[in-house]
């Protein structure tokens, strides 16, 4: 079965630093993985997608992802941080027995600190 | 139009109304979804629309129902609620079922059941 692990559910960053967001999925064919950011009291929006084509995706806001095979891995990266940033991000895995539901982790809370 | 709308923003009823959640998208999508959302946790998926048939049921009790007019529209009727059933419902659509592609999210529904 499929599943996804983000590390760590709160991380704090100061304005301007290096965002770094974990996400590790378990996948016996190959995977596809999404990031989405969620902002207090509103629905999910998509920040990337890993469909099996380049394994560095650049998202919307700066993001970026690198899919990492040998480390099944999917980190989410962004090389500034904004006070905007500031969200919850889900990492999703899109189930491959068929039904294709996302298998989504747990979260983590980014925190931007002025 | 490339979003996915929910009505109402927020609804409070009492343990014996009955109430229904509406979602709408004009993206020409064949899937739809309904999930709830506990504070601090991912999405839970409940139902999935395919071509305005039901393909899957999460298993979520008989007090929500979901219904599919016509494949723009997807509805969640509700009735005899328990305060448990408080949390934020989210619809997504996404082009089609059948296959690992991204899903589109409304804004949710913030539910408060009394």
């Known amino acids: 079965a499929q599943s996804v692990t983000q590390l760590g559910s709160h991380v704090s960053v100061s304005e301007g630093a290096l965002v770094l967001l974990r996400c590790n999925y378990s996948?016996?064919?190959?995977?596809?993985l999404f990031w989405y950011v969620q902002y207090p009291n509103q629905g999910l929006q998509l920040l990337l997608k890993?469909?099996?084509?380049?394994?560095l995706v650049k998202g919307i806001n700066g993001f970026e992802a690198e899919f990492k095979k040998s480390e099944t891995s999917f980190h989410l990266t962004k090389p500034s941080a904004h006070m905007s940033d500031a969200a919850e991000y889900f990492c999703?895995?899109?189930?491959?027995?068929?039904?294709?539901?996302?298998?989504f982790g747990t979260g983590t809370r980014l925190k931007v600190l002025a | 139009d490339t979003e996915v709308t929910q009505t109402p923003k927020h609804l409070v009823m009492g343990m014996t109304n009955k109430k229904s959640l509406k979602c709408e998208q004009h993206?020409?999508?064949?899937?739809m979804y309904w999930y709830k959302q506990k504070a601090k946790k991912p999405p839970e998926l409940m139902f999935v629309?395919?071509?305005?048939?039901?393909?899957i049921n999460e298993s979520v009790p008989s007090r929500f129902s979901p219904e599919c007019p016509n494949s723009s529209l997807l509805n969640l009727h509700l009735h005899a609620l328990q305060p448990e059933d408080s949390a934020l419902y989210l619809c997504?659509?996404?082009?089609?079922?059948?296959?690992?592609?991204?899903?589109?999210f409304g804004p949710g529904t913030r539910l408060t059941v009394l």
């Open positions: 993206m020409g999508h064949r899937a």
């Open positions: 996948s016996s064919v190959p995977p596809y």
């Open positions: 999703a895995v899109s189930d491959s027995s068929g039904t294709y539901k996302y298998i």
């Open positions: 890993y469909t099996s084509a380049a394994t």
């Open positions: 997504a659509s996404s082009p089609r079922a059948g296959g690992p592609n991204e899903q589109f």
């Open positions: 629309y395919s071509y305005e048939k039901l393909s």
